[in-house]
Nanobody, 123 residues
Framework: QVQLVESGGGLVQAGGSLRLSCAAS????????MGWFRQAPGKEREFVAT???????NHADSVKGRFTISRDNAKNTMYLQMNSLKPEDTAVYYC?????????????????WGQGTQVTVSS
C-alpha cells in the first residue's frame, strides 16, 4: 500500500512563493515516477509537473520558469517550488505516484494519489 501526504499549501499574495512537499511511504520511492497535478474550482484536474526516477523533470507550459519539481530519494519526498505565484495558480494541488520509472503528463498513468493541499493566491 502506498501512502502520499502533501503539505506546504496555504494563502499567499501574488508574486509570492510556496514550497509543497509530498512524503511517500509503503513503496520503493526511488523507482517510481512522481507528479504534481492541480484542480481549480469548477475546472478539471490538470498536469503541473512530473519527475522521473532519475530526476528528469517536465513542467506544464503554464508554470514553466516559475515552478520547479524535484525529489529527494533519500528522504522519500518530492517537492514543488512555486515562485511568482499568480491568482490563477489557486487550486488544490495533488501529488501522484506512478509504478513505473518514467514520467507521464497523463493522470490515467498514475496509480496512487495524495489527499491534496490547498494553495490560494490573492491578488
Amino acid at each position: 500500500q502506498v501512502q502520499l501526504v502533501e503539505s506546504g499549501g496555504g494563502l499567499v499574495q501574488a508574486g509570492g512563493s510556496l514550497r509543497l512537499s509530498c512524503a511517500a511511504s509503503g513503496h520503493t520511492f526511488s523507482s517510481y515516477a512522481m507528479g504534481w497535478f492541480r484542480q481549480a474550482p469548477g475546472k478539471e484536474r490538470e498536469f503541473v509537473a512530473t519527475v522521473s526516477w532519475s530526476g528528469s523533470a517536465n513542467h506544464a507550459d503554464s508554470v514553466k520558469g516559475r515552478f520547479t519539481i524535484s525529489r529527494d530519494n533519500a528522504k522519500n519526498t518530492m517537492y514543488l517550488q512555486m515562485n511568482s505565484l499568480k491568482p490563477e495558480d489557486t487550486a488544490v494541488y495533488y501529488c501522484a505516484a506512478r509504478t513505473f520509472k518514467y514520467s507521464s503528463v497523463y493522470m490515467r498513468d498514475y496509480n496512487y494519489w495524495g489527499q491534496g493541499t490547498q494553495v490560494t493566491v490573492s491578488s
